[in-house]
C-alpha cells in the first residue's frame, strides 16, 4: 500500500560532518540521557509506555487517549533493521485507507473535498511561511505574498472594494477572520457593543469574551435569520453607544442568511448615523456563494460594511482550514495610528502564517474563474433542492432556506448512522451542507439508506418521529402532529 | 522542470451529471455574467488587468502589489489549447526554483529547513481539519487527533506533566501558543497584571491589548534576560493585584533564556504566594531545545507554572507553522465551569485547525526521538560556538548567550547582502539563529561573503564598523572604541 515511501536522508544528515568543539564549550554539560522519565502520581517512574491511558480523567468529552498513536522512542538498532520504518508506513496505509473511507462518507460539514492540487506537492518541501502583513515584505524570503495578494485582490474584486481601499490576509479559518473583524470594530468604536444573532457562530461570542466587550444577543426567525425587529428592541435603550454588527451570510446550523440590508436600514432608522456603526460580515459559510445568486442581499463594500470574511477550505475546498479576511484599508490605518503593537506592523491575529494555503487558493481561482464557481453553485443549489424534495416525499420534515444549500432535516435516531455520515446535529434537527463533491449519486446512497433505517427505528410504533416544527417551521414539520 | 504535474480532471467534475431542476426553482434568477466588474475610483470600469497596480497606496510598507500575481479568469477556450495550464505550470515552475534559492540562502529565521516529509505527500489529497478541542470527538471524520495527542503527550512528558493533569493542543503558530497562554492566566485571575520584559515577542503586548489587560513592561539586561531587579521594584508597588508573567526561554532578537528560577524567587520574595501569579513560559524558539541543556535552568511543571508553549515549525521543521500548547488541565476545566463559550466545548483560540501539522510533528518526533533531538541541540550549539568565533577572530562584533544558538552581531551595512541572507535586525545588530540545517559549510559561504564585502564597505575610511555596545554589552563590541 505504501511502496511509494521514499527512504529517508534524515540518518545521513544526523550523522554529517563532525565540526570541531570551540575551546569555551564544555560538551559533557549536555545532559547524558535526554529520555525524560515518565512521571506518575506517586512521583515514581514508570517504564511501560502504554500504563496510564485509561487514567487520563477528561471532564470536558470522550477520551481520545485510549486511540492515539503513542510518540516511541526509535531503539538504537532501529536504522539498520528498518523495523522502525515498516512501522511508521504501515501506520501511515491504515490512516489514509480509513481517510479514504471517511472522505467518502461525508456530508454534513460544509466542507468540498474535491480537489487536485497534485500539481503543489512539490512544494511541500519548503517551509512557507508568510510573517505578519500580506503587504509588507519580510527578510524571510520564503514565503508566498506574490500568490496572496493575488487571491485578495480576487476577493476584494468580488466583494467591490477597490485596490488602493482594502487591506486584507490569509487566515488560518473563518474564527480568525471573525476574531478579527470583530477587533476591527472595537478598536473603530472602543465602547461599541457588539450585537449577533443566537445562531451566530460560537467564535464571534469567544471573541467578545476575549475581547472584554458587551455582548446582546438578538433572536431569530424560525429561518435561523436575525430577527430586526428584536434588534431594533435591544438598539433603543443602547442609542448613547456605538454598535458593533456581526451579520451572518449562512449561519452555522440552517444556512441562514441575515438581511444585511435589512440590517443597515434597523440601524438607520434607530437613528444611529454611518459613522457610528461597524458591520462585520461572517460569509464563512456562503461569502462566496451568495455574490452568484441574484436574489441575495449583495455583500459588496459599496454598502457601510467594515469586513467580511470567507472560509477557504469550505466552498473552494483545501487540505487544510484557512479563510479569506477582508476590510477596509481605512481602518488598518487608523489601528496603525493608534495601536501600540502596529509598531511592530503586523496587524493580522496570527504572526506567522501558512504560506502553502495562498498557494492552493490561487491555483483553485486560477482554474475555476469567478464563472466556474458561478456554475458550481449553481449545481449545489440544485442537489441541495433535490434533497430536500425526496426527504419531503418520503414523509421527513425537512427545511431549504431560499439562498442555501444547507438541508436540516430530522436527527436521525442511530447515533451510528450519524456518525457514518458525518452529520452535524443540534437537538431534534441534523443537517446537510450540499458542497461541490456532493453528487446526486451520494445523495441517492444516503437517502435510501436513511428511508431504509427509518422504516426499522420506527416499525414497532413505540417512537415516532421527532416533533421539528420549534426548530423549523412547523410548515416543515413531520411529526404525527404537524404532517 | 514540471514534467510531474498532473493533468487535472477539473473539467470532468464541472461538467458532471445534469440533475433535474425542481420544480420551485428558477435558474434564470441567477446572475447570468459573474464576472465582477473592476470598480475604479471614479465609479468607472476598467478592463485593463494590469492597470491599477502602481496606484495602490499603501502606508504600512512596501507595495507587494507590484509583483503580485494576478489571479485571472480562464477565457472559454483554456481547456482546449491548455495555455492556461501551461502558465500555471511555468509560474510553479519559477516560484519552485526561487523557492529553492531562497532556501539555500537563509540565516536569520529560527526555521530548520531540513526536513523530508516525502512518506506523507499521499495525505495532502484529504481535507484534514481538527475542529475545537483535541480530547472531544467531532463527528468530522477526516482529522488526526490520534497524532495530535500522541505529540501531545511526548510534550507533556517532556516538560513533566502527567497525562491526566495536562490539557494542549496543536496551535497554528507560538503567537497562538501566546494568546492562549495568557488568556488562561486572564481567566484564573481576571484583574492579574501582565509582566513581560522588554524583549519578549511582540504577540505578547498584541494579546495584553486585545485581552484589555494591565501590562507592564520589565527592563531587560545586556544579554538580552529579564532584570529582576527592576521586575521586583515594578511588582512592590501592585502587590493587591495577581500576577500574569511571559517568561520567554530565549527571546526573538538575542536568544536569551529569562531565568525562570529567578522570576519565581522574585515573586515569592515580594509576598506573591503560589495561588497569587500565573507563568506562561514563551518557548517558541527554545522549548524544545533547552530541556536537553543541562546547564539551562529547567522548563517544568514541578514548578510553579501555568503553560509552555513552543512552536513546531522552528527546531522540529515543518512546511506550515505551528506550535504546541501545554498547560494544567485544572485551569481549563476551571474555564470549562465559569467561560460560557467552552458551552461549545472549545477551549482552542481558533475553531478549526490544520489536521496536517500534528502528523508532520509526529512522523519527526517518532523518527527523532528525545536522544535525536539531543543529538541535533549539541550540533546547533558547536555550529552557533564556531560562528561566533571566526566572526570575532575577523574583527567583527558578536555575541552568544550561554544557552542560545542565536549569534548577533554587527548589522551588515549593504542591505542587499541582508535581503540575500535574509538576516533579521533590528537596530545597530543583525542575527543568525543557527538551526540544524545550518551546516559548517552554509556558514563558511556566509563568513566569507561577510568579510570580503565588509573590506570594501570600510575601505576607504569613510564609515566604520557600527557600535553595538549599547545592545550586547561593550565587551562584545568591536567597534573603534571598543576594541
Redesign the interface.
Known sequence: M?G???V???SD??N??V????E??D?I???S????P????NGGIVDDEAE??Q???????????T????????DADDEVTGE?EAY??SV?AR??RS?IE??K??L??P???????????????????NLG?????S????H????????L??FA??W?????EYWGYIT?????GN?HGI?VGREVFPDGILYASRES???V??AA????MECIKVETLASGEIDCTDFKAKLLPNKDKPSIVNVNIGTTVKGAVDDLDLVIKTLEDTGFTHDRFYIHCDGALFGLMI?????APKVTFKKPIGSVSV?G?KFV?????CGVQITR?EH??AL?RN???LA????T?????????PIFL??T???????????????C???A??L??RLRSAGIGAMLNELSSTVVFERPQDEEF??RW????QGSIAHVVVM?NI???KLDDFLNELIGKRSTWFQDGKSQPPCIAADVGKENCACVMHK
Open positions: 505504501v511509494s515511501i521514499e529517508d536522508v534524515m544528515k544526523l554529517g560532518k565540526v570541531p568543539l570551540p569555551e564549550f560538551p554539560a549536555m545532559i540521557d535526554p529520555l525524560p515518565q512521571v506518575v502520581e496510564d491511558k487514567n487520563r480523567e477528561i471532564v470536558l468529552g470522550k477520551n481520545v487517549h486511540m492515539c498513536l503513542a510518540v516511541t522512542e526509535p522502525r511508521m508506513a501511515l490512516y489514509r481517510l471517511r472522505t462518507h461525508h454534513g460539514y466542507y468540498n473535498l474535491d480537489f487536485d492540487y497534485g500539481a503543489l506537492a512539490q512544494l511541500q518541501h519548503f517551509s512557507i511561511n502583513d500580506p503587504f509588507i515584505e527578510n524571510y524570503g520564503v508566498s505574498r506574490q500568490f496572496e495578494v493575488g487571491v485582490d480576487w474584486r468580488l467591490e472594494l477597490e485596490k488602493n488560518n479559518c473563518g474564527t480568525e476574531l477587533l457562530h460560537y467564535s461570542f469567544k469574551r476575549m475581547y472584554r455574490p452568484f445568486v441574484k436574489r472560509s477550505h475546498g483545501c487540505p487544510m482550514p484599508l488598518i490605518n496603525s495601536v501600540e503593537y511592530s506592523r503586523d496587524a491575529i496570527m504572526g506567522s502564517r501558512n504560506g502553502h494555503a490561487w491555483y481561482l486560477n482554474r475555476k474563474g469567478y464563472r466556474g464557481f458561478q456554475k458550481e453553485v449553481q449545481k443549489l440544485r442537489n433542492h433535490y430536500k424534495d450519524v456518525r458525518q452529520l452535524a446535529c461541490p453528487t446526486v449519486e
